[in-house]
C-alpha cells in the first residue's frame, strides 16, 4: 500500500513539474481527486466525433478566431460554457495563415462543406 502511495505521489509531482513548465496556472482536475484543491472535481465535457466535410452554419458567439489546428478549436469549446458546438475552417480558404474557429450557441443543421471539420460538446459526459 505505501508503495502505491509513492508512485501516486511521483506521477502527480512529475504531471505538476510539466504543467509548470508549459505555463499552466491551475493544477489539473485529476490531481485535485488525489491532493484536494480548487480545479474542477471532472474534466471540461469533451466534444464528440469530429464531422469531416460538415459546416454547421449559423448560431456563432465569435466572430472567428484564426487558430493553429482543429485541436486548438475543440479546446477553445471546450473551454467556453456557451459553446455547444464549433466549426473549423482549413487555413487558407479565407486566405489565412491559421485556420478560423467558429463557435456556436446551439446546435445548427449540418451542411456538406469539404473546407471544414466540425463537432458537437457532449452534454452529461
Not at 509548470?20 to 471540461?44: L, Y
Not at 452554419?57 to 459553446?83: K, P
Amino acid at each position: 500500500m505505501a508503495d502505491t502511495q509513492v508512485k501516486v505521489a511521483i506521477i502527480g509531482l512529475i504531471g505538476l513539474i510539466g504543467a509548470a513548465a508549459f505555463g499552466a496556472t491551475q493544477e489539473p482536475w485529476w490531481w485535485c481527486k488525489i491532493a484536494g484543491c480548487s480545479a474542477p472535481d471532472t474534466p471540461p465535457p469533451p466534444m464528440g466525433a469530429l464531422l469531416m466535410g460538415t459546416n454547421l452554419q449559423g448560431n456563432d458567439i465569435n466572430n472567428g478566431e484564426h487558430v493553429q489546428n482543429v485541436q486548438a478549436c475543440l479546446r477553445l469549446c471546450t473551454e467556453t460554457s456557451e459553446c455547444k458546438a464549433m466549426t473549423y475552417v482549413y487555413p487558407n480558404v479565407n486566405d489565412t495563415q491559421n485556420g478560423t474557429c467558429w463557435l456556436k450557441g446551439e446546435v445548427p443543421p449540418a451542411l456538406a462543406n469539404p473546407n471544414m471539420i466540425s463537432a458537437k460538446k457532449l452534454v452529461g459526459a
